[in-house]
C-alpha cells in the first residue's frame, strides 16, 4: 500500500519524483526530491532529500540534509545533520554536528556533537554529548546533556507575558548552562552536574539549591549578554 501511494503521488506531481545517486561504492551520494521524497538508505556519503512530504530512514557515512514541510527520519548518520521544516521527527544517532529549524520539532536520539534547534515549539529526549544551543517558545528539555546548554526563549512580541516563551527542565545537565524565558519549570527528575544560570519573570521551584537567578524585568532573552 505505501509504495501504491508513493508512485500515485509521484504520478500526480508528474516528474516531480526524482532519485538520483553517484559516486564510487566508497563515497556513493544519493539525492531524493518530489511531492513525496520517501527512501530507505544505505549509502556511504552524503544524502539529501527534499520535498512536501520526506522519510529519510537507513545509514548514510556522511552528512544528511532534510528540507520539506513534513519531515521524519530514523537513520544513523556518520557526518552531521540538517533538517528544516514545518515539522521535524528524528530519531536514530548522528556523530557530527546538528542544525534543526521547524515550528515544531521532536527529537529522540543520540547526538555525538553540538546540537543548534530552533523552533516554535521544541521537545529534546534522548542523549546529546555536545553543546545545545536552543531557540523556541516552547521548549521540553528531557534528555542527557553532557555539554553546556544555552537556552533562549521567544515568542511574539505582541504578547508581553510570555514574549520570552517558556522551558521545562526534565532531564540530566551534566554541565549546566544558561536558560532564559519567561517561565521556567524545574520538574522533579532533573539532575545538574555543575552551576546553572536562569532568568525568568519569576524564581522556578526546584532545582539546584544554589543556581543563580535573576529577575527577567521585562526584557528580552535573546538581547542578554551571557
Same mark, same amino acid.
Given at each position: 500500500?505505501?509504495?501504491?501511494?508513493?508512485?500515485?503521488?509521484?504520478?500526480?506531481?508528474? %516528474?516531480?519524483?526524482?532519485?538520483s %545517486?553517484?559516486?564510487? #561504492?566508497?563515497n556513493? %551520494?544519493? *539525492?531524493?526530491?518530489g511531492m !513525496?521524497?520517501? =527512501?530507505?538508505?544505505?549509502v556511504?556519503?552524503? #544524502?539529501?532529500?527534499?520535498?512536501?512530504?520526506?522519510n529519510?530512514?537507513? +545509514?548514510?557515512?556522511?552528512?544528511?540534509?532534510l %528540507? $520539506?514541510?513534513? &519531515?521524519?527520519?530514523?537513520?544513523s !548518520?556518520?557526518?552531521?545533520? +540538517?533538517?528544516?521544516?514545518a515539522?521535524?521527527r528524528f530519531?536514530?544517532?548522528? #556523530?557530527? @554536528?546538528?542544525?534543526?529549524?521547524?515550528? +515544531?520539532?521532536?527529537?529522540?536520539?543520540?547526538f555525538?556533537g553540538? /546540537?543548534? !534547534?530552533?523552533?516554535?515549539?521544541?521537545?529534546?529526549?534522548?542523549?546529546?554529548?555536545? =553543546?545545545?544551543?536552543?531557540?523556541? *517558545?516552547?521548549?521540553s528539555?528531557?534528555?542527557?546533556f553532557?555539554?553546556?546548554?544555552?537556552?533562549?526563549g521567544?515568542? =511574539?512580541?505582541?504578547?508581553?507575558?510570555?514574549?520570552n516563551?517558556r522551558?521545562?527542565?526534565?532531564?540530566?545537565?551534566?554541565?549546566?548552562?544558561?536558560?532564559?524565558a +519567561?517561565? &521556567?519549570n524545574?520538574?522533579d527528575?532533573?539532575?545538574?552536574?555543575?552551576?546553572?544560570?536562569?532568568?525568568?519573570?519569576?524564581?522556578?521551584? $526546584?532545582?539546584?539549591? @544554589?543556581?543563580?537567578?535573576?529577575l /527577567?524585568?521585562? =526584557?528580552?532573552c535573546?538581547?542578554?549578554?551571557?
Amino acid at each position: 500500500m505505501q509504495k501504491l501511494i508513493l508512485l500515485a503521488s509521484c504520478a500526480v506531481a508528474v %516528474s516531480a519524483c526524482t532519485y538520483s %545517486s553517484h559516486g564510487s #561504492a566508497e563515497n556513493r %551520494s544519493v *539525492a531524493s526530491s518530489g511531492m !513525496v521524497a520517501s =527512501r530507505h538508505v544505505d549509502v556511504t556519503g552524503n #544524502a539529501e532529500f527534499s520535498g512536501m512530504i520526506v522519510n529519510a530512514n537507513g +545509514t548514510v557515512g556522511r552528512d544528511l540534509d532534510l %528540507s $520539506g514541510a513534513s &519531515v521524519t527520519s530514523d537513520a544513523s !548518520v556518520g557526518g552531521d545533520l +540538517t533538517a528544516s521544516g514545518a515539522s521535524v521527527r528524528f530519531t536514530g544517532s548522528v #556523530a557530527g @554536528n546538528s542544525e534543526i529549524a521547524a515550528a +515544531t520539532t521532536w527529537l529522540d536520539a543520540d547526538f555525538g556533537g553540538n /546540537l543548534d !534547534v530552533a523552533g516554535a515549539r521544541v521537545t529534546i529526549d534522548g542523549r546529546v554529548d555536545g =553543546r545545545l544551543e536552543l531557540h523556541g *517558545a516552547h521548549m521540553s528539555l528531557k534528555g542527557d546533556f553532557l555539554g553546556p546548554i544555552n537556552v533562549i526563549g521567544e515568542g =511574539r512580541q505582541t504578547n508581553d507575558r510570555d514574549h520570552n516563551g517558556r522551558a521545562i527542565l526534565s532531564g540530566n545537565f551534566a554541565e549546566g548552562g544558561f536558560v532564559c524565558a +519567561t517561565y &521556567v519549570n524545574i520538574r522533579d527528575s532533573a539532575r545538574f552536574g555543575a552551576p546553572l544560570r536562569i532568568i525568568a519573570s519569576e524564581r522556578p521551584e $526546584g532545582g539546584p539549591s @544554589n543556581f543563580d537567578f535573576e529577575l /527577567l524585568n521585562g =526584557r528580552d532573552c535573546s538581547r542578554i549578554e551571557i
